[in-house]
């Protein structure tokens, strides 16, 4: 069975090579693509991910108070909620594991790097 991966990012482009490169990995499958906090937040329920791949920096409301919210709901409870940001600071980190992610990957990430976080959520 394919892990499913959702992504929240707002930069269409790296929204969209992720999306293509998970649509090209054996064993994942992309399952929904948010380019806003609100969007994601409106959709995401109603199709549970394995995998939440979540841009810190957005624009609206940031990663973190969305990590916060999806943590809050049962059914989210063993979905993987996987940072993927340009803040690679301790401090962000920090404040990322209190939001509840379970990784925090900087970008530009490499794609072994992607895939091998990605494959964890199998052991979930």
Same mark, same amino acid.
């Given at each position: @069975?394919?892990? =499913?991966?959702?992504? %929240?990012? &707002? &930069? ?9 490169? %998970? ?28 995998? %939440? ?17 999806? =943590?809050?709901?049962?059914? @989210? ?17 920090? @404040?990322?594991? +209190? ?13 072994? +790097?992607?895939? %091998? ?8």
């Amino acid at each position: @069975m394919a892990i =499913r991966i959702s992504i %929240i990012e &707002d &930069d269409d482009w790296i929204r969209e090579n992720l999306a293509t490169q %998970i649509g090209g990995t054996s064993g994942f499958q992309c399952v929904g693509k948010f380019s806003s906090a609100e969007e994601s937040l409106d959709q995401i329920g109603h199709n549970v991910p394995d995998v %939440i791949l979540l841009d810190i920096g957005l624009p609206e409301m940031d990663g973190y108070s969305v990590a916060r919210h999806l =943590r809050s709901l049962p059914s @989210m409870a063993s979905t993987r909620i996987v940072a993927l940001t340009g803040y690679g600071a301790e401090e962000a980190r920090r @404040m990322g594991r +209190e939001a509840g992610f379970d990784l925090h990957l900087v970008k530009p990430v490499d794609a072994d +790097e992607l895939e %091998i976080a990605l494959g964890a959520a199998r052991s979930r």
